[in-house]
């Protein structure tokens, strides 16, 4: 095991979103490729965005994405949020119980670098209100920075409301080396005297994440590039407490189809959406691993011990990544192919039965037959319904398309309909021998062969003259529902 440990560090404020699993993935697949550790820390220290439900949520994401914790909060055999690790706890609300980050404030407030804040909310934003209406850079403007330390304590002990706040130094100049980015710099005249602890007592994640990141010794910390200018007042922090700073890379942004940031906020993607339209985690990881990074080579699907071997910053892209959902149909495609017949019916079952096309008791028999027949055309497990609707609903709702409405028009058409009907009427059930033959025995029958035979034929049973096996088509839709589908076309087309 190396010395690399890194954490994933997400709030639990619904559903995780694909930008926070690509995180973790990044962090896991640095954790393997090195030999060393994940963790996975809550950041729950905002009380008013904590959402019910949200961390059971987030931890089935990641199980169901083969994303493994190593050390922090998981889900036990039975289901339930619990514990491993010797750093713990693992949820900052319980560090904020347990009073962990008590004597890192009041170390930073007695060496003069923090300071009590009394001011109200409605003054902060007034200032902030006013400095934005003079073109200036809303932040703080400091006037609790001279209050005596002594008077502040005294007024803390009266029970005033207060905030605690970092006391940067004026004009100067924070530097750190981003692994993706390279060297960044900001002054301290255009940052804000962070707050550190709020009038609910609780940190701040500018505050707690420095000291959990410190006491549990992460040495690297991998995050969205939205984190980029909160940095220097990590480092800064780091440099208060005279610890030394984990690497920092920082990932590029991930873009929707119109190049904004693919967020909650625009209602882009939870992961959980993703489960619910039929991905399969190894295709969203695969599609996720190549979102930003490049691999050295031209392939483009991976197992993750496959990604891990890989995988490496120094290929991470410095500008964000579209997401593309053509190229994550095109990836789940081939783990779709790869899936084994029953397994495939099982996955695309409840698909089927959700959208009201079979029962709970469809057959096995059946349903494989469904899953090999289309197979080579489902990209994900959802597209089952549409691509076999036709073989389940009512005749007068069966959309034929436009080629099959004009082949149905033609002389023939009718002509091996009825033959069809027929021979249908001939057998007990509609067979394999039936299925296999009965395209051969009209062609004799009838004398007509080639795209005039089959055409007509398949547009009368599904609609469109192009398809799968109608082989197995027939043997999905049986003789009863075929029957019933072609005196449909001959009264109606």
């Given at each position: 095991?190396?010395?690399?440990?890194?954490?994933?560090?997400?709030?639990?404020?619904?559903?995780?979103?694909?930008?926070?699993?690509?995180?973790?993935?990044?962090?896991?697949?640095?954790?393997?490729?090195?030999?060393?550790?994940?963790?996975?820390?809550?950041?729950?220290?905002?009380?008013?965005?904590?959402?019910?439900?949200?961390?059971?949520?987030?931890?089935?994401?990641?199980?169901?994405?083969?994303?493994?914790?190593?050390?922090?909060?998981?889900?036990?055999?039975?289901?339930?949020?619990?514990?491993?690790?010797?750093?713990?706890?693992?949820?900052?609300?319980?560090?904020?119980?347990?009073?962990?980050?008590?004597?890192?404030?009041?170390?930073?407030?007695?060496?003069?670098?923090?300071?009590?804040?009394?001011?109200?909310?409605?003054?902060?934003?007034?200032?902030?209100?006013?400095?934005?209406?003079?073109?200036?850079?809303?932040?703080?403007?400091?006037?609790?920075?001279?209050?005596?330390?002594?008077?502040?304590?005294?007024?803390?002990?009266?029970?005033?409301?207060?905030?605690?706040?970092?006391?940067?130094?004026h004009d100067r100049e924070i530097s750190f080396e981003d692994r993706i980015k390279g060297k960044i710099t900001f002054n301290t005249n255009d940052m804000d005297d962070q707050v550190l602890i709020k009038r609910d007592g609780y940190p701040t994640y500018h505050f707690a994440v420095v000291v959990d990141d410190h006491l549990m010794k992460i040495t690297h910390v991998v995050r969205g590039d939205e984190w980029i200018s909160s940095t220097p007042k990590h480092v800064y922090l780091y440099e208060a407490f005279g610890w030394e700073a984990p690497e920092y890379i920082h990932l590029p942004t991930v873009l929707n189809e119109n190049h904004k940031k693919y967020s909650k906020r625009n209602g882009d993607g939870m992961v959980e959406d993703f489960i619910e339209e039929g991905y399969t985690a190894e295709g969203l990881i695969n599609f996720l691993a190549l979102l930003g990074w490049s691999p050295d080579s031209e392939e483009e699907i991976f197992s993750m011990e496959e990604l891990a071997r890989q995988f490496d910053f120094d290929r991470v892209n410095k500008t964000g990544a579209v997401f593309d959902k053509r190229k994550l149909d095109w990836v789940n495609g081939h783990y779709v192919r790869e899936m084994s017949v029953e397994d495939l019916a099982k996955a695309i079952k409840p698909f089927m039965v959700k959208a009201g096309l079979i029962s709970e008791d469809y057959s096995d028999e059946k349903m494989n037959l469904l899953a090999s027949t289309w197979q080579s055309a489902i990209d994900k497990f959802s597209d089952a319904p549409n691509l076999s609707k036709n073989y389940y609903i009512e005749d007068s709702e069966v959309d034929f398309d436009e080629e099959a409405k004009e082949v149905l028009k033609e002389e023939d058409s009718r002509k091996l309909v009825d033959a069809f009907l027929a021979k249908l009427a001939e057998v007990d059930e509609l067979d394999q021998e039936f299925a296999s033959t009965i395209m051969k025995t009209l062609q004799k029958e009838t004398g007509i062969k080639g795209k005039n035979l089959w055409f007509p034929i398949r547009a009368a049973i599904t609609g469109s003259v192009h398809g799968p096996d109608l082989t197995s088509v027939m043997l999905i839709m049986g003789k009863e529902k075929i029957a019933k589908r072609l005196n449909y076309v001959k009264e109606n087309l």
């Open positions: 095991m190396s010395d690399v440990r890194v954490r994933f560090a997400p709030s639990p404020t619904g559903y995780l979103h694909i930008g926070g699993l690509r995180t973790a993935l990044f962090n896991y697949l640095y954790a393997r490729h090195t030999d060393g550790t994940m963790i996975l820390r809550i950041e729950d220290t905002d009380r008013t965005r904590f959402v019910e439900g949200a961390l059971e949520n987030l931890l089935k994401a990641l199980a169901w994405s083969g994303v493994e914790i190593d050390e922090g909060v998981v889900l036990d055999e039975n289901g339930q949020v619990t514990e491993k690790g010797e750093y713990g706890p693992y949820i900052q609300s319980d560090r904020v119980k347990a009073g962990i980050y008590d004597k890192y404030i009041e170390k930073l407030i007695d060496e003069d670098k923090a300071y009590y804040c009394f001011c109200s909310q409605e003054r902060v934003d007034a200032v902030r209100d006013q400095q934005k209406a003079d073109g200036l850079t809303p932040k703080y403007d400091g006037l609790c920075r001279s209050i005596p330390k002594e008077e502040a304590k005294q007024r803390v002990a009266n029970g005033e409301e207060y905030t605690v706040r970092l006391k940067l130094p």
